[in-house]
């Protein structure tokens, strides 16, 4: 699909980037084929795992691609640097998310008290319970249902 009288669009990712907008059939997937490699290349420079690096990259060309279809303005020679610019601000919020945790996680050990030892009742209900479950489990019928109970409890 050729652009109107006064849109110049210089790249051919602009091109898919303008089809994809205008829904011609077949420019998403290749507007995701092209994007897809260079951003799975720039997670991997982070060294990210192979795994997630395709994850990622998925992640932001599908986000590229549902921004085009929607109404937002977007320049469309611009849409390389915009798909990287996604996947950076991706990876700059798992990284944000991860050290948040990792803090709370510090932070929340240390007012982690140590849990008592059972008052000897408590410790002769649990023991009680213990048997009875012992022996229901012994009145089933099937051995693989015995056996499914055992793991569970």
Do not use: W
Not at 28 to 40: F, N, T, V, Y
Request: charged content about 35%; hydrophobic content about 35%.
């Amino acid at each position: 699909m050729d652009a109107p009288k006064g849109l110049e669009i210089r790249t051919e990712l602009g091109q898919l980037a303008y089809g994809v907008r205008h829904r011609v059939a077949g420019a998403e997937d290749q507007l995701a084929r092209k994007l897809q490699e260079p951003l799975r290349i720039m997670c991997r420079a982070r060294r990210i795992d192979p795994h997630e690096a395709d994850d990622l990259a998925q992640e932001a060309v599908m986000t590229v691609i549902e921004r085009l279809r929607g109404e937002e303005h977007l320049a469309f020679d611009a849409i390389a640097t915009y798909a990287r610019n996604t996947l950076v601000n991706m990876l700059i919020g798992d990284r944000r998310r991860d050290s948040r945790r990792e803090a709370l996680m510090d932070k929340g050990m240390d007012q982690v008290k140590p849990t008592p030892p059972l008052p000897p009742d408590k410790f002769l209900d649990r023991v009680r319970v213990t048997e009875a479950i012992e022996e229901a489990i012994e009145q089933l019928s099937q051995p693989r249902d015995r056996e499914l109970i055992r793991q569970y409890y």
